[in-house]
C-alpha cells in the first residue's frame, strides 16, 4: 500500500481509503470481513458520514469492528457532519457539530474520532460557531484533526480566520470522468469547453498551496452515482486505454483508473466505495502502479478530452 503523511494530520495514512457509504447493506459478519479484506491490503483508513444510511453505515462498522481483531489505534477513522437529509437542511451550527460528534461515536462504539469533517457548505454557516465547535470537541478529545468536504477556497479561508485547528483534509469529487476538479487549469480562457469553466474557484491549487490532503470521493463513477465507467458500454476508448495499461503493469482495469488519480502530484487519496472484498483487493493493486507521465495523459484523453 502506499502511504501518506498528512501534512498536521494522521501519518503513514494508507493512499486508498475504504468508503463505507454502502456499509449499511451488509450485515455485520459480511463488514467485518470486508474491513478484515481492507486490513490485508494495508488500508489503514475508514471515511464515513452522518449521514450514510441515516447512521445505519456507522452503526454497522461500530458492530463489525470488534468482530476483525484490529487494534483501535492501528487504524484511522473519520466521519462527517452537516447534511440533514431528513430535516431538509444542512448545518454547521455548533449544536449539531457537538451532537452529530457524540451520535458518530455512539454509534462507531470508539472514544475518538481521528478526523470529523464538514460534509457540505450550509448556506448559513458562522465560523465562529464552527471554531467553538471544533475547540470544545479537541479539547476533550473526541476529535483529533479536522476537515471538510466540497468546500470553496474562500470559505476555507472564513473558516480559517477563527478556526485555530488545522484543516488538514477537503474531500472532493474526482475521477476518470469527473475530473473538473482539474479541467478548467487546462482550458482556461477557452470559448470552446464548458470545461473552461471554473466550478470551484481553484480549490485544488488552493489545497495544494495550502497543505490540505484531497480525498477523492466516488474515483470509479460517471455522472453523480451513475455507475461504475470501468466495462461500461458507454466508454469504450477510456476502457480500451485502462486495459492496455492494465495489461502492462499485471492489474485490472479498476486498479489502473485509480492509480490515474494517486499519480497525480497532489498526493491525494482516493476513497473506493465497494464493499466487494474481491473488487477491493483489485482496487488496491493500484497502489503498487506508478502510471508514466504520457499513460496519465492517455487516459485522460480517452476519458474524453482534448488538448486545446
Ligand atoms: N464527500 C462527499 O460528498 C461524498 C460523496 C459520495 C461518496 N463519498 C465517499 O466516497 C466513497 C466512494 O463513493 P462511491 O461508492 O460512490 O464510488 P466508487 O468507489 O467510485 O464506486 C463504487 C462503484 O464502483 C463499483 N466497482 C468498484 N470496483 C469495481 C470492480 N472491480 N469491478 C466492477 N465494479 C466495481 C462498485 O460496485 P461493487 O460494490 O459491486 O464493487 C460501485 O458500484 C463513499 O463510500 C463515501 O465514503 C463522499
Known sequence: MKMINVVNGPQNASAIILGCMRMPALSVEQAAAMIRTAAEEGVNFFD??????????????????????????DVYIQSKCGLYFDRKEFSWSKADILDSADGIL???KTDYLDALLLHRPDLLFDPEEVAEAFDELHRSGKVRHFGVSNVTPGQLELLKKYVKQPLVFNQLQFSLD??????????????????????????????????????????????????????????????KALGEIGEKYGVSKTAVAIAWILRHPAKMQAIAGTMNPDHLRDICAAAGVTLTHREWYQLYLASGKFLP
Open 48 to 73: 464515513h458520514a452522518t449521514c450514510y444510511g441515516g447512521g445505519e453505515a456507522e452503526t454497522r462498522f461500530g458492530d463489525a469492528f470488534p468482530l476483525t481483531g484490529l487494534k483501535r489505534e
Open 178 to 239: 469527473q475530473s473538473q476538479l482539474i479541467d478548467n487549469g487546462l482550458y482556461l480562457n477557452n470559448l470552446t469547453t464548458e470545461r473552461s469553466v471554473v466550478r470551484d474557484n481553484g480549490v485544488l491549487d488552493y489545497c495544494r498551496l495550502h497543505d490540505i490532503t484531497i480525498q477523492a470521493w466516488s474515483p470509479l463513477q460517471f455522472g453523480m452515482f451513475k455507475g461504475c465507467f470501468v466495462d461500461h458500454p458507454d466508454f469504450p476508448e477510456l476502457n
Open 106 to 108: 455512539r454509534r462507531l
